[in-house]
């Protein structure tokens, strides 16, 4: 159980453009969603917190308007990366938890973001 | 505020070796402790968590970690390195609904 699934797991695009990435739990409601930014060989950095039908908060230096984030349902948390940049180039990880606080984080399995 | 501290970014032990990943940690109320495993270009799998009660925690694939209040301390150890546990570790604490993360620790593992 408990199991949660991203599409892609990579991606390429050219700068400019906006590329989406999706964050499924599968077998459970995920009341609470997070998404995460990894640089190679570095730690995960939380770049926002999501609770389903609420706006997400979001970490001190991340750009709401370039990272949007969206949590309709129990079941699905997308992450928008606007006008992307070579920066922007990263490992993105999301996890989710049943409840609000305090409650196990599942992690996906990363998507691959290379910006040309 | 929450914060954890590994020490040594790379460890390199022999199979069949100990394996001991150092994880300090700061929290002002009681800390829920996790190691995660990654391997490459994959997400974390935990290993272990520590929240209440026993302070000796036994997770997967032969991992333990003892939490340790007066050291601020939760040490993941393995009696016998394998070759498959060759990949990066995290520690981390949770506070309200975040984790924070340690820096990680690479394990490589000698044949």
């Known amino acids: 159980g408990a199991v949660v699934s991203q599409h892609p797991s990579w991606v390429i695009c050219k700068s400019g453009t906006s590329v989406k990435i999706e964050c499924r739990s599968l077998d459970f409601q995920a009341t609470t969603m997070f998404w995460y930014r990894q640089f190679p060989k570095q730690s995960l950095m939380l770049m926002a917190t999501s609770n389903e039908g609420s706006k997400a908060t979001y970490e001190q230096g991340v750009e709401k308007d370039k990272f949007l984030i969206n949590h309709a349902s129990l079941t699905l948390s997308t992450l928008t990366v606007t006008s992307a940049h070579p920066e922007d180039s990263s490992f993105y990880i999301c996890?989710?938890?049943?409840?609000?606080?305090?409650?196990?984080?599942?992690f996906g399995p990363g998507t691959r973001l290379t910006v040309l | 505020a929450q914060s954890v501290t590994q020490l040594g970014s790379h460890v390199s032990v022999s199979e069949g070796a100990l394996v001991l990943l150092r994880c300090n940690y700061s929290s002002s109320v009681p800390p829920y402790l996790f190691w995660y495993v990654q391997y490459p270009n994959q997400g974390l799998q935990l290993l272990l968590k520590?929240?209440?009660?026993?302070?000796l925690v036994k997770g997967i694939n032969g991992f333990e970690a003892e939490f340790k209040k007066s050291e601020t301390s939760f040490h993941l150890t393995k009696p016998s390195a394998h070759m498959s546990d060759a990949a990066e570790y995290f520690c981390?604490?949770?506070?309200?609904?975040?984790?924070?993360f340690g820096q990680g620790t690479r394990l490589t593992i000698n044949p």
């Open positions: 520590y929240t209440t009660g026993a302070t």
């Open positions: 996890s989710a938890a049943e409840g609000v606080t305090n409650n196990e984080q599942f």
């Open positions: 981390a604490v949770q506070g309200a609904q975040k984790l924070v």
